[in-house]
């Protein structure tokens, strides 16, 4: 049974900074895609970044391009997101996913919230202004 489990949000100010991890267990964690998306109230999922199995590539939403970095350790089993210069428009749910489904490198640059065969249970970040 896989398991993720987010964890660093918080509060913070405008063009401050976070560090969100996301916990995975399961056997294969370093053939997963793993991805970040965000809900924020009243708006629909949007897809944040996305990572290969390996680490090698990694696509971003255009709004956090150049302000968030994606990462994991395949040691540890973790994802990470570097979240910098944060706005109030980064306010939300933050949830980690992880595809194992073959092939699931052709389906990153999508960003695509959905398709993910599991989910984290989010953390919540609060930016404010």
């Known amino acids: 049974q896989v398991q993720l489990g987010e964890s660093g949000g918080g509060s913070v100010q405008a063009g401050g900074s976070l560090r969100l991890s996301c916990a995975a267990s399961g056997e294969s964690y370093s053939t997963w895609c793993m991805g970040w998306y965000r809900q924020a109230p009243g708006k629909e999922r949007e897809g944040v970044a996305t990572i290969s199995g390996n680490g090698d590539s990694a696509y971003y939403a255009d709004s956090v391009k150049g302000r968030f970095i994606i990462s994991r350790d395949n040691v540890k089993n973790t994802l990470y997101l570097q979240m910098n210069s944060l706005a109030s428009e980064d306010t939300g749910t933050y949830y980690c996913?992880?595809?194992?489904?073959?092939?699931?490198?052709?389906?990153?640059?999508?960003?695509?919230?959905?398709?993910?065969?599991?989910y984290g249970q989010g953390t919540q970040v609060t930016v404010s202004s």
């Open positions: 996913a992880a595809d194992t489904g073959s092939r699931c490198n052709l389906r990153l640059s999508r960003l695509s919230p959905s398709g993910y065969t599991y």
